[in-house]
Nanobody
Framework: QVQLVESGGGSVQAGGSLRLSCSPS?????MGWFRQAPGKEREGVAA???????RYADSVKGRFFISKDNTKNTLYLQMNSLKPEDTAMYYC??????????????????WGQGTQVTVSS
């Protein structure tokens, strides 16, 4: 059982930046960030796979950047130019392997507890 510990959420004004971190208890080759706003479905934001790189949702391309520090075994999500519509609970997810086509789909085996991001206008 892989455990995921997230940190870095908070409140920020529109146009600001936040960085989320996720530390899995063991290495996994596929990881992603998802978010869920009240009354909405969970959606994929960004994903990383060790052999083929990253994927982003269209809504965050050019603003959010996902990266993995393998020396610390930590996944990051750098969020820039934040908008009020980015407000949501953000979740880290991990799996031993996810097909490229499914990286932004919420079928991952392991999930973190979530960290709240609130962007005010």
């Amino acid at each position: 059982q892989v455990q995921l510990v997230e940190s870095g959420g908070g409140s920020v004004q529109a146009g600001g930046s936040l960085r989320l971190s996720c530390s899995p208890s063991e290495y996994t080759s596929s990881m992603g960030w998802f978010r869920q706003a009240p009354g909405k479905e969970r959606e994929g934001v960004a994903a990383w796979r060790s052999d083929i790189g990253t994927r982003y949702a269209d809504s965050v391309k050019g603003r959010f950047f996902i990266s993995k520090d393998n020396t610390k075994n930590t996944l990051y999500l750098q969020m820039n130019s934040l908008k009020p519509e980015d407000t949501a609970m953000y979740y880290c997810a991990a799996d031993t392997y996810r097909d490229w086509a499914l990286l932004l789909q919420p079928g991952y085996k392991y999930w973190g507890q979530g960290t709240q991001v609130t962007v005010s206008s």
